[in-house]
Structure formats: C-alpha cells, structure tokens
C-alpha cells in the first residue's frame, strides 16, 4: 500500500534552518510529482511547494519562495524540503502528498510538525 | 491565484441527516475540483475529484456536483466517523493548488 512518511521536523530559532524528508514506498514513486503542503495550528491548509516526477520542475508558494527548496532522490524514494530563514509563521504541520497527474493529491503523509520560536 | 471559499464554517448536524457543504472559486475551474476530509490529528484524506468521482474506497453517500464555480459536497446519511473538517481544492489553475478554508462538520 501507498505510504509516506515524513521525518526532521522539530523546534527552531527564526533565522535557522531545517530539512525535512519523506520517505516514501508502496509505488513507483519517480512516476509521481509530490506536494507539500503545511497546516498551521488550528488553521486550513496551504499548498506550498511541487516537484515534477523527475525533479525537473519545481513550484513553490509565494510565501515560501526563495526561502524553501524541493528536492528529491528517486534512487533513495525520498523528498525533501530544504526549509532556510525560517519565521514564525512557517510554524505548522508539514505534509507530503502524492500529486495524481498535477491534479489532486491522492495520498498523504502523517505530518511533521516545525516550531519556530526563539 | 484563484481563491477558494467555503460554506459554512461550521455545520451541525444530526446522526442519520444530510449534510450540503458548498465551496465556491473566485473564477471558473471547469470541474476541476477535489474534496478531502480531515480527522484531528490526522492527515487529509481524498474524497472527491473531478467534481464527482469518488475516490478508492470512499463511502456512496458522498457525491460531489457542480462545475464553474459553485460546487457542492452532499453526505446523504451522516455517520458517526463523518464527523471531520473538510477543504475543496482547485487544480484547474496551478500554481498555486488553493485550498478553501473547510467547513466543520459537527454533531448536533
């Protein structure tokens, strides 16, 4: 079965940096972009970034661009998000989600949350 | 960025009633539209896509309908586990993928 599974999240100071990583398994997952997506504390939720199957596009979200990069392995089935300059307001729960031919997400993970705070 | 919004915020219902959730798109998205539904402290989990096809393994009485830029999530007979906040979601045009903010739906 389809999973995801992210990892790295955890408290850090405004200005720092953090990597987070998801681990994927159950399909083919170089045939497949991948999203993530954060959820902030008791908010909704807010698309933030999308890397193409083979890592040759990449989208981001406004309020993260050119402060967050996507990255992924497919040899390791992994994604990345390499997450510098970090603010308060990126304090959320991060999750990866498999993007169903640039349409819906049609798998997610179970989160990992990122505290920013001094 | 098309912009994706709700109604209503919150909904009570009773167990065993039919719940009519909306979402509207600031421009038209033809039927590009998904529907997810979220548990606390859970992750999101695909309803609905192209405005009416039930994903794998989701319950019949769900349906979605709509196209342009009203749309509608119907659960015909609430059930205990339906209970959740759910988003509609746009993938017409990208990016951004816009949410809506969700509508909570809670027992009455």
């Known amino acids: 079965q389809v999973q995801l599974v992210e990892s790295g999240g955890g408290v850090v100071q405004p200005g720092r940096s953090l990597r987070l990583s998801c681990a994927a398994s159950?399909?083919?997952?170089?045939?497949?972009?991948v999203h993530w997506v954060r959820q902030a504390p008791g908010k909704g939720l807010e698309w933030v970034a999308l890397i193409s199957y083979d890592g040759s596009n990449k989208y981001y979200a406004d309020s993260v661009k050119g402060r967050f990069t996507i990255s992924r392995d497919n040899l390791k089935n992994t994604l990345y998000l390499q997450m510098n300059s970090l603010r308060a307001e990126d304090t959320a729960v991060y999750f990866c989600?498999?993007?169903?031919?640039?349409?819906?997400?049609?798998?997610w993970g179970q989160g990992t949350l990122v505290t920013v705070s001094s | 960025e098309i912009v994706m919004t709700q109604s209503p915020a919150t909904l009570s219902v009773s167990p065993g009633d039919r719940a009519t959730l909306s979402c509207r798109a600031s421009?038209?998205?033809?039927?590009?539209l998904a529907w997810y539904q979220q548990k606390p402290g859970q992750a999101p989990r695909l309803l609905i896509y192209?405005?009416?096809t039930r994903a794998t393994g989701i319950p019949a009485r769900f349906s979605g309908s709509g196209s342009g830029t009203e749309f509608t999530l119907t659960i015909s007979s609430l059930q205990s586990e339906d209970f959740a906040v759910y988003y509609c979601q746009q993938y017409y045009d990208w990016p951004p993928w816009t949410f809506g903010q969700g509508t909570k739906v809670e027992i009455k």
């Open positions: 989600a498999r993007g169903f031919q640039l349409e819906r997400l049609d798998y």
């Open positions: 192209g405005t009416s």
């Open positions: 159950g399909f083919t997952f170089g045939g497949y972009g």
């Open positions: 421009q038209s998205v033809s039927t590009s």
